[in-house]
């Protein structure tokens, strides 16, 4: 069982260390955390390239996200939904922390939201709601992730009750995300954060 738990730990973290933003922004012989916020996120890579090579990102974090869960479940088959907590806590943990990429790396709400998916489909649907719903009304994509990284916990909290493994690690990966984003929560509150168009051109063509 050990010997499972640190294979999967390891094998998730360093897919995780593959952050879309980053790896992207080095095919176009840059660095997205030399730009805006410094974040290696989707907000901020949208914002310096534009929303177009922004798919790429995207299907690199969902797909690691995917992956690390399915591992996850795959090494615990006995305890399939814990297994796949376990993945999705360690991929996130490499993406937030790439020890590949000097431990800068993002905020993990577009990694996040597909590991509550592969977890829960229920939950995945709830921090869907919640993240369009805001954005929309607000146009601030901070707010927007706070608020559905929060709904990540309380989420699990409510349809897993008596799961504490799940409980545990989706709510560490709910207080984590909004830890990251400590920064945009004190501008929010100051009134200085920046409104985002996720359709934007950026600012690099």
Not at 16 to 24: S, W
Not at 168 to 184: A, K
Request: charged share 10%.
């Amino acid at each position: 069982m050990v010997l499972r738990i640190v294979i999967t730990a390891l094998a998730c973290y360093f897919l995780g260390n593959h952050n879309g933003a980053i790896c992207v922004s080095a095919m176009l012989h840059d660095d997205v955390r030399s730009h805006g916020s410094g974040n290696a996120g989707l907000t901020n890579f949208i914002r310096s390239y534009g929303a177009g090579r922004s798919v790429l990102v995207i299907l690199i974090d969902v797909l690691k996200a995917v992956l690390a869960c399915l591992l996850g479940g795959l090494m615990f088959p006995e305890y399939a939904i814990a297994g796949r907590t376990l993945g999705g806590v360690c991929v996130m943990l490499g993406h937030d922390f790439p020890a590949l990429q000097g431990f800068r790396g993002g905020k993990g709400i577009l990694s996040g939201w597909f590991i509550a998916f592969m977890i829960d489909w229920r939950v995945g649907l709830m921090i869907a709601a919640v993240f369009f719903t805001v954005y929309f009304l607000t146009q601030y994509v901070s707010l927007a992730s706070v608020l559905s990284a929060a709904t990540f916990g309380v989420g699990f909290v409510l349809l897993h009750p008596n799961d504490v493994l799940v409980i545990t690690g989706t709510v560490f990966m709910s207080l984590l995300t909004i830890f990251q984003h400590r920064s945009n929560i004190v501008r929010l509150v100051k009134g200085q954060e920046r409104k985002t168009n996720l359709l934007s051109k950026g600012k690099k063509q």
